[in-house]
């Protein structure tokens, strides 16, 4: 460390592996290489056929023109001002219909007893019920994916959604649920677990420590799967299947339009029901929705900017797996630190009280909820959904500590190891929102600014920024309005996490809801 600084150097197999935690160092790497490594989607796992390329194509594995294109339509739908807010409505029916949900497993508000809520949107149920918190939220990220992206409904929140002929169970937890969008968590689940040490192939330490021996492995994975890989495979057969659909539903339902004398009002595409097995919510696919920045946008567009039908799954893939397990992850780990900071959870409540009954605009999440934010923020620093970065030396890389990173070598840029360093963080262990606050920065903020990165770094940033924290704070909103939310006795502590590419409860996060009663109602 005195010698070389916060940077490391780990051998598995013939390339070095060089962790760097450093902020400033960190940076530099992050803005330097901005190309994934060239074997990114052979990193974590081993991919075969149809999934190979799909995952080649995607925005966070692409590279060069690929990537560029892929990166500006999640830019179009999801970054500028104009889309997000027109994704709000969308995302404040998910919030609130989750949140009707959870009444049914709330207890009934202090001094009151028997059934709970009164029964009149959802809620019933007697005393609280403990439930883990980050296995049922997944189904409101997953079902603001299915609204935002494409207008349809996944069913990810039972009965209730009617997702046509496909949803079929009344929970949002995983429980006799086999909607859409419960298929689609399952296997997203599935694929994150695979890229678990413990959990994936026996051919992927073979191909990380031997890297030249990949043609070798890859062919062995096909004709010889073990049962990690042929469970991988079926499961990204599964997301690609129903990304596949989605962009046939959106060509059938232009063709209908077309032929009908183009009735799909608004720039959107409207069809009739659950045909195809999505039932449409909000208007269908509208003119805002990612499905429709890719498929408008290869409408007229140069030949050399236009999404192939490959790479047009490989993003749908991707809206999938990015969007919904890292914002079920922080909404959960943020309860969680909640649940046990009664103080904070004190403050963010007087805060989303404040906001009452208003719905919830582009302006009132941005202006009036800065505790709020605050905790998200310090919640994703000390928990990052993805703890690091991952780069590969494309030349000899000079580190400028005396270190030189050899062509080849992968470079784990360690977000979550520069959260916790306490040469920039004030007590960096402990659970401080008020450190981004004004008030709190000057004590406790970081000797550093950049030092804050759960998003990533530079032109590689997450493109999902603004949604993620626009769909974190409209479920806390609701949620603390309504509810008193405490952790259950059940709940291993300390808190157990598992790594692979993400970092997520070992144990969930399990909960008991009061109704607050004088709790405002979203309308
Ligand atoms: C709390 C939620 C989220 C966290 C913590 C998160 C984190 C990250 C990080 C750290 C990266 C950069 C990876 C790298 O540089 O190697 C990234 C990239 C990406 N994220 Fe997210 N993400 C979140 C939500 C989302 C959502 C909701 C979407 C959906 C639109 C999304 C889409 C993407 C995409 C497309 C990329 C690749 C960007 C590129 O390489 O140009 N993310 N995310």
């Known amino acids: 460390m005195e010698k070389y600084g916060r940077v490391y150097k780990i051998w598995f197999g013939v390339n070095p592996w060089i962790v760097i935690s450093d902020p400033a160092l960190l940076r530099k790497l992050a803005h330097r290489c901005v190309g994934k490594p060239a074997s990114m989607s052979e990193y974590g ?16 594995v692409a590279s060069g023109a690929v990537w560029r294109r892929g990166r500006r339509v999640f830019e179009a739908s999801v970054i500028h001002p104009a889309s997000l807010a027109a994704h709000l409505p969308a995302i404040n029916r998910c919030a609130n219909r989750f949140v009707a949900r959870l009444a049914q497993r709330a207890a009934a508000p202090a001094g009151q007893s028997g059934g709970a809520n009164g029964g009149t949107d959802g809620g019933g149920g007697g005393g609280a019920e403990e439930f883990d918190f980050f296995a049922a939220v997944g189904g409101y990220t997953m079902a603001v ?19 046509g002929s496909e949803a079929a169970g009344p929970a949002a937890d995983g429980a006799a649920v086999s909607s859409i969008g419960q298929q689609l968590q399952d296997a997203a689940m599935t694929s994150f677990r695979c890229l678990q040490v413990e959990n994936a192939t026996k051919y992927l330490p073979l ?7 990949r043609p070798l492995v890859r062919w062995l994975a096909t004709h010889l799967p073990d049962r990690a890989q042929r469970e991988h495979m079926a499961a990204r057969t599964q997301i690609a299947q129903v990304s596949r659909r989605l962009m046939e539903r959106w060509q059938a339902n232009k063709a209908a339009a077309a032929a009908e ?9 409207s069809g009739e029901g659950d ?36 790479e047009v799954i490989a993003q749908s893939f991707l809206f999938v797996l990015a969007g919904f397990e890292t914002t079920a992850d922080t909404l959960a780990l943020t309860c969680y630190l909640l649940a046990t900071h009664p103080e904070a959870a004190a403050r963010l409540t007087a805060e989303v009280d404040a906001v009452g009954g208003r719905e919830l605009t582009a302006e009132v999440l941005a202006e009036s909820l800065p505790y709020t934010e605050a905790v998200l923020k310090e919640s994703m620093r000390l928990y990052p959904p993805l703890p690091y970065l991952l780069r590969e030396a494309r030349e000899d890389l000079d580190l400028g500590n005396g270190m030189v990173a050899p062509k080849d070598a992968y470079l784990i840029l360690y977000v979550h190891s520069m959260h916790l360093n306490p040469d920039v963080w004030p007590h960096p262990e402990r659970f401080l929102p008020e450190r981004f606050l ?9 000797a550093d600014p950049g030092a804050w990165a759960p998003f990533g770094i530079g032109a590689r940033m997450c493109v999902g920024h603004k949604l993620a924290m626009m769909v974190a704070k409209c479920l806390l909103v609701r949620m603390y309005q309504r509810f008193s939310v405490a952790l259950h006795p059940r709940q291993p502590l300390p808190l157990r996490m598992k790594a692979g590419l993400s970092r997520v409860p070992l144990d969930g996060v399990w909960l008991t809801l009061t109704e607050r009663g004088s709790a405002l109602r979203a309308a």
């Open 438 to 446: 004004p008030e709190g920065a000057a004590a406790f903020g970081p």
């Open 261 to 269: 004398g183009g009735g799909a009002g608004a720039g959107g595409v």
């Open 45 to 60: 796992h081993v991919l075969t056929g149809a999934n190979y390329e799909i995952e080649q194509a995607n925005a966070f």
């Open 275 to 310: 045909k195809g097995g999505f039932k449409e919510v909000g208007g269908g696919i509208s003119s805002s929705s990612f499905m429709a920045a890719m498929m408008e946008g290869r409408r007229g567009a140069p030949q050399e900017e236009r999404l192939s039908d490959v």
């Open 145 to 163: 994916v299915g609204e935002v992206a494409y207008g349809v409904d996944f069913g990810t929140m039972g009965e209730d959604s009617g997702s």
């Open 207 to 213: 191909r990380v420590m031997f890297p030249a021996a």
